[in-house]
């Protein structure tokens, strides 16, 4: 007889495998009843039937129920607008199950007549299964395809949509409002509302202002999504479009988002990324009232112009040059941002400093510091200042409406600096806008192994903007000097001493030269005039003759010294004085230069200061006597200059020379 044992192994085998047998100690067989296989298999059949009944009554359900009754209407208390679903639902039962509206828009509740803030084509809902057979609507995910958002240009000069006057997130942002304002530098986070919120993506999208009744379009091929499981957790955006014909793409984030829109402080990521310029932000921001920032900032573009352009500032695009970067500590607020620990690289030269950016005037100002080891002064001027870029075709239009745009006041220093051709050093200058007014002087540099100071003025007027340079170099090689200037002509090397101011009319850089009222005076110690040969030009001039200037080129003058002043109207510089003294002879020239047909017309003269031999000095003729030889006069060699400062010709002027 089996045991007992034995019975209940072969019960319990019976259970566990359909034919009854069980491996244990040994090999037992045992039958299982008929009757539990029949009810097992009812059991099977109706969970099947009924699963499938419920699949098949989903739509159905949801459709009578869910969509007509209740999406709308849970959409509605989330979002805190008026929603209404124009086209007939569809529900989607595979791979997800899911509502798909069309024809959705979101209203405010007040204003009937408005547009839609939002309107999108279709609106999918990812639903829940269970809610849905129980008669609930909870979804985690909604997507809008092809929307369209509506903002309104607010006083602070940014775009916005219309807030809404109620709703979930508006009732949480209350709610957590009342918390920040029991303890703003700790408020309690565990009292803040935890309603989810779940994700929102949007595809294909636009954003558009209205402008005299139409609407204009501000962003285009927007795409993204926003990830907010609750109120009280982190929430990221990330979104892409296109703005201005440029692809751009935002990413933002924040560990307390909602402490953030209830004027709290929270943590705070913001990265925005386009082709012409890129910035981010790491630090801790508030949205209230007197709402700040504070952290580490960063912002760069590959050319200075290209973003000026995009940006439509209005500041002189086809002038500004050069790349920039900006990497610095930023604290602001009430209207004011100060950038501390400040690096800064123009044209890849690196610089350091402090600057500050204030808001409470009519124009944003920017003051402050800024050091560099290397500066391209004409890169750093055309970000501000109409200077013609490097390479451009021929002198311009001035643009000086950057002067509307911003004021200005900014102290600088480099260790070295160029200025076109012009090579710097220890160099301390300024750089001003404000009404109207652009200045920009170099109060201290050395170059040519001497000082150089200069001014650059544009000052807009009801008549017109006048521009006004000023230049003195003291105590400079005037050889290198009048190379690095292009004047390479008959010019004394030597050390020396040279101003120059001119002033005109700045509509266009040709008619500030060709109109300018100044002066220009120079002198020059002992040295040399290179370029003359003056033997050869005293002999070609006694020839006769016209013969050009090239001809009596290969030589040189020492001299003891020589003086240059010149008056200027209209374009035109007139000689008032010019004189190259040397141990023998004496230069002097006259007449006048033109800046605008680069013509010559000068006479002038070579005196020789050689002592004649002098016979001896004799008395008054008496009876009988002599009378007494006067003194010769010195001899000199006269001559006219005509043709232009590229080929100068000379012309003897015969009759004279000699006497």
């Not at 979104?239 to 929270?266: C, H, K, N, Y």
């Not at 055309?382 to 021929?394: D, E, K």
């Not at 040295?527 to 050869?536: D, I, M």
């Amino acid at each position: 007889m089996p045991s007992q044992s034995h019975k209940d192994l072969k019960s319990v085998g019976a259970w566990l495998h359909p034919s009854g047998d069980f491996v244990g100690n040994g090999n037992i067989r045992g039958e299982m009843p008929s009757s539990l296989i029949r009810r097992g298999v009812w059991v099977i059949g109706v969970a099947v039937l009924v699963i499938a009944l419920a699949f098949a009554a989903l739509p159905l359900i949801a459709s009578t129920r869910i969509v007509r009754d209740r999406i709308a209407w849970e959409l509605s208390a989330w979002s805190g607008f008026r929603v209404t679903i124009d086209g007939s639902p569809r529900i989607e039962v595979w791979p997800k199950f899911r509502a798909i509206l069309s024809d959705v828009t979101l209203s405010q509740w007040t204003e009937a007549d408005a547009p839609p803030v939002v309107e999108a084509e279709r609106v999918e809902v990812d639903l829940s299964a269970m809610a849905a057979l129980q008669g609930d609507v909870a979804f985690s995910t909604a997507r809008l395809v092809r929307p369209t958002i509506r903002v309104e240009r607010t006083a602070s000069g940014f775009y916005l949509p219309s807030l809404p006057t109620g709703g979930r997130i508006t009732r949480s942002i209350d709610t957590a409002r009342g918390v920040v304002s029991a303890n703003p530098q700790k408020p309690d986070l565990g009292r803040l509302p935890s309603d989810p919120f779940g994700t929102v993506e949007f595809r294909d999208g636009r954003v558009v202002t209205s402008a005299g009744g139409k609407d204009t379009e501000i962003l285009s091929s927007l795409s993204g999504q926003v990830n907010w499981a609750a109120m009280n957790s982190d929430a990221t955006l990330t979104a892409t479009g296109i703005w201005r014909g440029e692809s751009v793409q935002i990413d933002f984030s924040s560990a307390r988002p909602l402490v953030l829109f209830a004027g709290g402080a929270a943590p705070v990521t913001l990265a925005f990324k386009a082709a012409p310029a890129t910035l981010s932000f790491d630090g801790v921001a508030s949205m209230s009232q007197n709402a700040y920032l504070d952290g580490q900032a960063k912002f760069a573009a590959p050319s200075l112009r290209r973003l000026l352009e995009w940006s439509q500032a209005g500041m002189a695009p086809s002038a500004a040059i050069g790349s920039v970067s900006v990497a610095s500590k930023v604290t602001a607020s009430a209207g004011r941002a100060k950038f501390e620990n400040t690096t800064v690289a123009l044209d890849n030269n690196p610089g350091m400093g402090v600057l500050d950016l204030s808001f409470g005037e009519a124009l944003p100002v920017i003051s402050g510091t800024l050091a560099f080891d290397t500066l391209d002064l004409r890169s750093f001027l055309s970000a501000f200042t109409p200077i013609a870029p490097t390479g451009q075709a021929g002198p311009g239009e001035i643009d000086t409406s950057f002067a509307d745009k911003i004021n200005l006041d900014l102290r600088l220093s480099a260790a070295h600096a160029t200025a076109g051709p012009i090579q710097l050093a220890d160099v301390a200058a300024t750089a001003q806008v404000k009404n109207g007014l652009a200045v920009f002087d170099i109060s201290d540099a050395s170059a040519f192994n001497g000082n150089i100071q200069s001014s650059l003025r544009f000052d807009r007027k009801p008549d017109g903007t006048q521009v006004e340079m000023r230049l003195l170099a003291s105590d400079v090689e005037t050889g290198a000097f009048a190379t690095a200037a292009g004047m390479t002509r008959l010019v004394p090397a030597g050390t020396g001493t040279v101003s120059i101011i001119l002033k005109g009319p700045g509509k266009a850089w040709d008619s500030i030269f060709e109109n300018a009222d100044g002066s220009f005076s120079a002198t020059f110690g002992p040295g040399s005039l290179n370029g003359l040969n003056l033997p050869a030009f005293l002999k070609r001039n006694e020839q006769g003759g016209f013969f050009a200037l090239d001809d009596v080129a290969d030589g040189s003058l020492p001299i003891d010294g020589a003086e240059i002043k010149a008056s200027i109207s209209k374009g035109v510089a007139r000689l008032d004085k010019a004189e190259v003294n040397s141990q023998k002879y004496k230069i002097w020239l006259s007449g006048i230069a033109s800046y605008a047909g680069r013509g010559l017309a000068l006479s002038g003269g070579i005196v020789s200061t050689a002592q004649p031999q002098q016979q001896p000095a004799q008395q008054p003729a008496t009876s009988g006597q002599a009378a007494v030889q006067a003194p010769q006069p010195p001899n000199q060699s006269l001559f006219f200059v005509g043709g232009n400062w590229s080929t100068p010709f000379i012309s003897p002027i015969s009759g004279v020379s000699g006497q």
